[in-house]
């Protein structure tokens, strides 16, 4: 079984500031992980993937996540926000493999970016 | 090149209806698959098509029952519909060699009354 926890439902910053959003998983395999923002009444884009090889993956928008099996974690970061960053961001865990993966989300945090 | 198109974009039922939704694939992908976002949380998966046949299922009732087409479109039924069944109705497509990276469609909001 795998499962995501997503610390902190709402996250506020100033424009500028260090964005990190945090993600600890569950997974009896290894896992693919995965970070979507879902912006009001659309559906979600994927930001950034970790399948296998380097830890630190970069994705769109200025965003990175560094898997950390130690931790079982995959935070997401982004040096300095941008107002267009407002969104909801979800983590999600996928069974290693492909072979249709079943994503298993967290909850969602909410960020919020401030003048 | 489109991406994963979905209709209709929003729908309101009466509780013991029966509802249908669709989703059209992003080009080149064969694996649809169907998830549930009810308001203030992550979607839930409830089930994957691939070549016509339902490969996985999450924890749903028997009232949710899909279909594949062979041009690799899908459908999601809801039968019975439920108060709790509002939600946002996403729909992923993906190639199955290579099923991690999935993409999504816009949703459908569906409001049960």
């Known amino acids: 079984a795998q499962s995501v926890t997503q610390l902190g439902s709402h996250v506020s910053v100033s424009e500028g500031a260090l964005v990190l959003l945090r993600c600890n998983y569950s997974?009896?395999?290894?896992?693919?992980l995965f970070w979507y923002v879902q912006y009001p009444n659309q559906g979600l884009q994927l930001l950034l993937k970790?399948?296998?090889?380097?830890?630190l993956v970069k994705g769109i928008n200025g965003f990175e996540a560094e898997f950390k099996k130690s931790e079982t974690s995959f935070h997401l970061t982004k040096p300095s926000a941008h107002m267009s960053d407002a969104a909801e961001y979800f983590c999600a865990v996928g069974p290693f493999g492909g072979g249709g993966n079943k994503l298993t989300f967290g909850t969602g945090t909410q960020l919020k970016v401030e003048l | 090149d489109a991406g994963v198109t979905q209709s209709p974009t929003h729908l309101i039922k009466t509780r013991g209806q029966q509802v249908t939704l669709r989703c059209s694939p992003k080009s080149g992908h064969d694996t649809v698959s169907w998830y549930q976002q009810a308001l203030g949380q992550g979607p839930q998966f409830i089930f994957q098509y691939y070549e016509e046949e339902e490969r996985q299922r999450g924890n749903f009732p028997d009232r949710f029952s899909g279909h594949q087409f062979p041009n690799y479109s899908s459908e999601l039924n809801v039968n019975a519909l439920l108060l709790g069944d509002s939600a946002l109705y996403l729909c992923a497509s993906t190639r199955q060699v290579d099923s991690y990276e999935q993409y999504f469609g816009p949703g459908t909001r569906l409001t049960v009354t």
């Open positions: 997974s009896s395999v290894p896992p693919y």
């Open positions: 970790y399948t296998t090889g380097a830890t």
